[in-house]
């Protein structure tokens, strides 16, 4: 058994960041914030999903932070944010301005909540300033009960009302046993998630507070975002596991049609909710082209254009 909140040692294990700072959102929740990478490398944000943290991207920020500059940030309650009592969409979108560095475009990559998270904040002013493109990983906009299939019946009331009971279950998930181990992997990972990956995953989501896990269940168990999905207008790619359980690909496929900039969608054979984590190298690569096809170019850009404007 273990209570480590994360791998210590290995591809799974978080990387020290070069700079760890404290952040204010505009309700004055405080939100741990890690910066890996050069400083004036193109940037990557990244924001991680319900009961996860920073560690849940450590694959990512290991590969990106050599010519990146990565920022990863604990959702409010996750990993070391303080929990606080407001809990809702505008929440997220709050807390990703806060962690925006002012005149600085990047490229935003969201998994699961962290994809919703850039859903919810995708009208705002400072979201369109600073974001060059996006990355939704493993997630959805609405019908995130009725359509998840961690519970291996037909879809239909019954099966909505007993899944948001057990999503939104206040129990504690105790340490991380074998058990806990194949009921995760089940419920988010495809079946042929390697024992490390499961570990990790599973450190990470029993490190999460019961209370939190709780709270923010009941935001995603009545989540709308449409309205969000349509104003995400930079160029946004979609990656889903053809498997999972928690986000079905029905989701991407939803997105996919309803984003005004679609610029590529992967669902991968076999794999699960977990794709960050299953999935490391496709997922970096992903973010990597985004960054080199619209964050780079968007640079390069706006010099020329403080070029001209000085000459």
Known sequence: MSRLTHEAQGAYAPPVPARELIAHSADGARLHVEVHG????????LAHGWTCSTAFWAAQIRDLAA???????????????PASEACSTEALADDLEAVLAPGEKAVLAGHSMGGMTLM???ARPRFQEHAAAALLCSTGSTRLVEEARVLPWRAGRLRTRLTGAVLGSRAPLGPVTPVARRILKYATMG??????MVEACARIVHACPRGVRHAWSAV????DLDAGVRELKVPTAVIAGSVD?????VHARALVAALPNCVGSTELPGLGHM????????????IRELVATYAVKTAEAGQVAEIKEGA
Request: aromatic share 2%; hydrophobic share 35%; net charge neutral.
């Open 38 to 45: 050069p400083e004036g490398a193109p940037a990557v944000v």
């Open 67 to 81: 010519d990146h500059r990565v920022i990863a940030y604990d959702q409010r309650g996750h990993g070391r944010s």
């Open 120 to 122: 919810a904040a995708s």
């Open 191 to 196: 079946p042929g998630s390697s024992p490390v």
């Open 220 to 223: 995603l168990s009545t989540l």
């Open 245 to 249: 359980r928690m986000t079905p690909v």
């Open 275 to 286: 794709t960050p984590v299953e999935a490391p190298e496709l997922v970096t690569a992903r």
